[in-house]
């Protein structure tokens, strides 16, 4: 019971705290926000504001938006790539390792996440490791500032940083295919190709579902990546939109607004795996 | 765990005996390689991070000697005497130690509550518990910034709105875990204690409860190394140099040519979680013996 108070005050109310400054009023003289809170008074000039900022004349929200989704696009496409690999292996061919690789690919969870930046920071400095080892250490005249406004390093910190939240699920889901059913597959003549396509595949769905919903979602709100990695405009994110409207004062209800539209957009994957994640808790 | 290696070795074995052409062990072998290179990308970095919280120069790239200048010995920059770095990794663990506290008991009453009561109430609860382990952490974070910041609440920006933010966007954690346990446990224990005499809080208090131990064990673990990591409810969250924590501080100044002192308090966090997990492990493993539980703690993680 005290729970379930504690999750109305503190859960539902600031959502819907959200609600009131993104459809609240503008102060006339300070531009600041003003939140309303009867629904039916709601406005939607904060709202107008952000859509004319995202495709209006002045669509200067646009870029980053776009920049959001790809990003995400490749770094979800890299998560599975490298994860995929590494799961099937640890839930099939680890053998008696298996436990020891575990505990490893579960241990950057234990670690920091600022922490697994600050690393990246350190050996992409101009003086770093990344730079010695790229110019042999001084014979080649390779200077590259990998930290300022780089995509690539972005999207790789982006992949460094959420690839173990793939791995995990694609690993539980990996592990419980059971093996004589592979073996089944090959005794009815399937070829190496044809088990992993409509054997493995088939069945691991479930898992790759999870794990991109599971990357996918922190990444769109994510905006420290590339504050440590980039910290250029050049690559910000929808992430740093809304940051930077929050930490900017008066910005509020652009951020409440743009922060309802994001979550609007998300709610449909993030209900699907509330769901399916109650539903097959109800089943085991 | 040692079930699940012989059933694949056995598999294996099998499949040599077949002899099928594709010969497993060379695709074992490539897919060894990958995971190999994929462990040395993930830890390395870090172990590197870790080091250069050695060094006794101030470069965070270029090795000049052991020291434990920046722990101990340098009279302004190191983490002991360096008070804005002390406080971090003193009030990062501090909110630790008071989410852990307050959240493990709340989210097992709140699992215990949504397994009896059946209705439109604990549903609802149990979907809201479940939508706030995927929310995005920004929209509980700043909804919970405008809530402070509009509505009078008895409580200002700092420690207790970390502590409150912490705690709501933690429950999820011991509800989950402690629930799947008690599905698994299932009525039988209860109700053959009532048998026996028990009153129904006596049942849960002196049977149920200790069969929860390793769940409630476990998520208290989870808690409290989720917490140290934390970033963006802190940060809104945050009032002060006070309230900083050490993933603000790492990001407040990583991009501000920072001493190695910085990869110090980083350490001391991830040293104090390890430490966690692995006193959690050994006695998870003392108490999990014979209750079938192998397997929960890796389940759950998974689930996250």
């Not at chain 1, 690993?171 to 089944?184: N, Q, V």
């Not at chain 1, 994510?222 to 930490?247: E, W």
């Not at chain 2, 995971?35 to 590197?48: D, G, R």
Request: charged content about 10%.
């Amino acid at each position: 019971m005290p729970a379930i108070a504690w999750m109305a005050v503190f859960f539902l109310i600031p959502l819907y705290v959200v609600l009131c400054v993104a459809f609240g009023k503008v102060d006339p003289v300070f531009r600041s926000a003003i939140p309303v809170w009867n629904p039916l008074e709601w406005s939607f000039t904060q709202l107008a504001i952000v859509v004319d900022r995202l495709v209006g004349p002045d669509n200067f929200y646009l870029p980053p938006v776009l920049r959001t989704i790809a990003y995400v696009v490749i770094a979800v496409a890299a998560c599975l790539l490298i994860a995929f690999p590494v799961a099937w292996f640890t839930a099939r061919h680890a053998g008696s390792h298996k436990a020891l690789v575990l505990t490893l690919l579960v241990a950057p969870f234990w670690i920091s996440y600022m922490m697994r930046m600050l690393a990246w920071v350190n050996l992409l400095q101009n003086d770093g490791w990344v730079n010695k080892i790229i110019s042999l250490n001084g014979l080649l005249p390779t200077e590259q500032a990998w930290l300022s406004g780089r995509p690539t390093t972005v999207i790789l910190g982006l992949i460094y940083g959420y690839v173990p939240y793939m791995i995990l699920p694609l690993f539980a889901a990996l592990d419980r295919i059971s093996p004589s059913l592979l073996e089944a597959a090959r005794d009815l003549g399937a070829g190496g190709f044809d088990v992993f396509r409509r054997v493995i595949l088939p069945m691991s769905i479930p898992g790759v579902a999870a794990g991109m919903l599971l990357v996918c979602l922190p990444m769109m709100g994510d905006y420290f990546t590339n504050d440590l990695l980039s910290g250029s405009p050049g690559t910000s994110m929808i992430g740093n939109l809304i940051n930077n409207s929050i930490t900017t004062p008066g910005q509020s209800g652009q951020a409440a607004a743009l922060l309802l539209i994001v979550l609007v957009v998300l709610s449909a994957p993030m209900i699907w795996y509330t769901r399916s994640t109650a539903r097959s808790e109800v089943r085991s | 765990m040692s079930g699940m290696t012989t059933v694949t070795d056995e598999a294996n074995a099998l499949s040599h005996v077949h002899s099928t052409p594709d010969n497993a062990p060379r695709k074992s072998y490539t897919l060894a390689t990958i995971t190999f290179i994929y462990l040395l990308w993930s830890l390395v970095p870090v172990a590197i991070a870790v080091l250069f919280s050695f060094n006794s120069g101030r470069s965070r790239s270029v090795w000049q000697g052991f020291s434990l200048r920046w722990y101990i010995w340098d009279p302004e920059g190191s983490v002991l005497h360096n008070e804005s770095l002390r406080s971090a990794v003193v009030h990062t663990l501090v909110l630790g130690v008071i989410t852990t506290a307050i959240v493990v008991p709340l989210g097992v009453l709140f699992a215990l509550a949504l397994d009896r009561w059946r209705g439109r109430v604990p549903s609802g609860a149990s979907f809201a518990v479940l939508l706030s382990f995927v929310v995005p952490e920004i929209a509980l974070a700043i909804g919970l910034l405008f809530m402070i910041t509009w509505l009078a609440t008895p409580f200002e920006l700092g420690t207790t709105a970390q502590v409150i933010g912490l705690i709501t966007f933690q429950l999820s954690y011991p509800v989950v875990i402690v629930r799947a346990r008690l599905l698994t446990i299932g009525t039988h224990y209860e109700e053959a204690a009532r048998d026996l005499g028990a009153s129904p809080l006596g049942a849960v208090r002196r049977v149920l409860l200790p069969m929860l131990y390793p769940a409630i064990f476990v998520s208290a673990i989870l808690v409290f190394a989720d917490v140290l990591d934390n970033f963006v409810l802190v940060r809104y969250l945050s009032a002060n140099a006070a309230s900083e924590t050490t993933s603000m501080k790492i990001y407040n100044t990583a991009r501000a040519a920072p001493t190695p002192a910085l990869n110090a308090i980083a350490t001391l966090i991830l040293l104090a979680s390890f430490a966690v997990v692995i006193v959690g492990y050994l006695a998870y493993r003392k108490w999990g013996r014979g209750q079938g539980e192998e397997g929960t703690g890796l389940g759950s993680m998974a689930a996250m």
